[in-house]
């Protein structure tokens, strides 16, 4: 068993998911319920499936392409939404 891969997964999600909007929804979920052991099960599992499929997805895209361009296109994309986050559309701007 990789401990330390195993440990910087589970630190890189953890502060991804900090503030997301997952959690945002959990936290109405839970205040909104009077059950917030379902609420912790269902938001659990969902994020367990979500990850479960982002790994098969990626160990898919391992074994078909390159590691240096699947990387090279995460790079991209984090690229792009940086760009577009920093640059307000025209409309907000009016």
């Not at 195993?6 to 998911?17: D, M, N, Y």
């Not at 990850?51 to 792009?80: D, E, H, N, W, Y």
Request: net charge positive; proline share 3%.
């Amino acid at each position: 068993m990789n401990w330390d891969l195993i440990g910087l997964s589970f630190i890189t999600v953890f502060l991804a998911e900090l503030g997301d909007k997952s959690q945002l929804a959990a936290i109405a979920l839970g205040g909104s319920s009077k059950a917030p052991r379902a609420v912790f099960l269902g938001t659990a599992t969902a994020l367990l499936l979500a990850s479960l499929i982002g790994v098969l997805i990626g160990q898919g895209a391992a074994q078909l392409l390159p590691t240096r361009l699947v990387k090279g296109i995460a790079a991209i994309g984090f690229a792009v939404m940086a760009i577009r986050l920093l640059w307000p559309k025209a409309e907000a701007e009016s």
